[in-house]
């Protein structure tokens, strides 16, 4: 079963712009990372926030997370065409899934030149 | 850099054949995972391994077996392959549970 939900499901946006993803889950985490995947390729680690951090930046991407409401956002600021890809959150689930990564499905970026 | 490399890249498979799924790693991870992605369902854990000598099962592990001899090989083998494998698979390392995971470029396994 999914342990994370992206939101939405697929985003476009004019280069420049901001890009926003929301992740849901369901379980108390130790922590929430989130993946890039470009088309045809393998997932490339972006970030990782802790349960009990709040937020976190690199470079252009900022993660918040809010355990009270069992979510996470990523947040692309001045979006270029590279950055189209499918975005993932994973979380560690001790619970449900003894510390082992559960996926979302993805939210797929389209950023227009 | 090579990092995580699988074999083969793309496949088609006769349904009822065994196949095994090659993975190679040189970071010197302790722990391995096997993934498969379908459209719609994202990745889903098939088995895991979190040293050498050891492994588990995943959330979809029926029907794929692995085995991990040594720190850097994680083949995933189907014994007796059907049409609902196909599918594209990715292994993965991480240094311990649940950091971050390093993936391979994935196989894709059509089974007809």
């Known amino acids: 079963s999914q342990q994370g939900e992206e939101d939405p499901q697929a985003l476009s946006i004019q280069e420049g712009e901001n890009a926003t993803m929301n992740c849901s889950y369901k379980?108390?985490?130790?922590?929430l990372q989130w993946y890039r995947q470009n088309s045809g390729r393998g997932l490339v680690h972006l970030i990782l926030?802790?349960?009990?951090?709040r937020e976190k930046h690199s470079g252009r991407l900022r993660v918040t997370l809010d355990t009270s409401k069992k979510s996470s956002s990523l947040l692309i600021t001045a979006s270029r065409a590279a950055d189209t890809a499918s975005y993932f959150c994973a979380t560690d689930a001790p619970e449900s899934s003894g510390d082992k990564l559960t996926f979302g499905t993805g939210t797929r970026l389209a950023v227009r030149p | 850099i090579a990092g995580i490399t699988q074999a083969p890249t793309s496949q088609i498979l006769a349904a009822g054949r065994r196949m095994t799924l090659r993975c190679t790693q040189d970071?010197?991870?302790?722990?391995m995972y096997w993934y498969r992605q379908d459209l719609g369902l994202g990745l889903r854990l098939i088995h895991y391994s979190n040293t050498a000598g050891t492994t588990g099962k995943g959330e979809v592990p029926d029907g794929y077996s692995v085995s991990r001899a040594n720190t850097d090989d994680f083949p995933l083998t189907l014994a007796s392959a059907v049409p609902s494998q196909t599918s594209v698979y990715f292994c993965?390392?991480?240094?311990?549970?649940?950091?971050?995971?390093?993936f391979g470029e994935g196989s894709r396994l059509t089974v007809l």
């Open positions: 926030i802790r349960s009990n951090e």
């Open positions: 993965a390392s991480s240094e311990g549970n649940a950091g971050e995971l390093f």
């Open positions: 970071m010197r991870h302790n722990a």
């Open positions: 379980t108390s985490i130790n922590n």
